[in-house]
């Protein structure tokens, strides 16, 4: 497998809709910025570039999902890493790399939730809708894309491909 020759985000258009959406945002929290918490590893590039759109007293944190795929279950999802800042009545905001089937999102909402946040919304620079398995609608959205396996700007195949600038599609080696 090999990224696809063409970009399907091109990285000028990613970096366009990363600060707009960091606008979307500043909007949505007129009365202080939310805590940003990075699902590691895929949102990396993400977060560090949307949070320097939001502005120097932007906080930024981590938390780490694993999914699991055994033979019989399609995926449980276990928190590896949580956040070191207290999340008790602040504005959190998640910043995903991708919502797919939902699990990932649905875990880490669940789990931030219970620390009882004063506000919570996810953020994702991708979805893809198609793939729902559980209901989970993101509340900032940077691009919906068709069902495509893809690489780049922090989502990987196997560990590799994060370092790529623009967003490919992860395509068979042709002959
Ligand atoms: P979920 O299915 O729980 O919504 O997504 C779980 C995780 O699967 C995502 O956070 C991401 O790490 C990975 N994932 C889902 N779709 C893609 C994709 O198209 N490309 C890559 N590289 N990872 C994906
Ligand atoms: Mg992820």
Redesign the pocket.
């Known amino acids: 497998m090999q990224p696809s020759e063409q970009p399907l985000i091109e990285e000028a258009t990613l970096q366009q809709r990363i600060a707009e959406l960091a606008q979307e945002v500043q909007r949505a929290y007129p009365d202080g910025l939310p805590l940003c918490l990075c ?1 590691l ?3 990396v590039f993400f977060a560090a570039d949307f949070v320097r759109h939001l502005g120097p007293g932007a906080e930024l944190d981590f938390i780490r ?1 694993r ?1 699991y795929h055994g033979v019989h279950s399609s ?1 449980t ?1 276990a928190l590896t890493h949580t956040p070191e800042i207290d999340l008790k009545d602040r504005p959190v905001l998640i910043l ?12 880490i909402l669940d789990w931030v939730a219970a620390q009882n946040p004063a506000s919570l919304r996810l953020c994702t620079l ?1 979805d ?1 809708p198609s ?4 209901d ?1 609608t993101p509340d900032f959205t940077g691009f919906t ?1 068709p069902d ?5 700007y922090g ?3 196997n560990e590799r ?1 994060r370092a790529l600038r623009a967003i490919y599609v ?1 395509e068979p080696i042709s002959k």
Do not use: N, Q
């Not at 995903?96 to 875990?107: F, H, K, L, Q």
């Not at 793939?131 to 559980?134: A, I």
């Not at 495509?148 to 780049?152: D, E, N, P, R, T």
């Open positions: 699902v590893k895929g949102s999902a999914s995926g999802v995903e790399d991708i919502v797919d089937t939902g699990r990932s999102a649905t875990v991708l893809k793939r729902r398995e559980v989970v894309i495509h396996f893809v690489i780049g989502l990987d195949h491909y992860l």
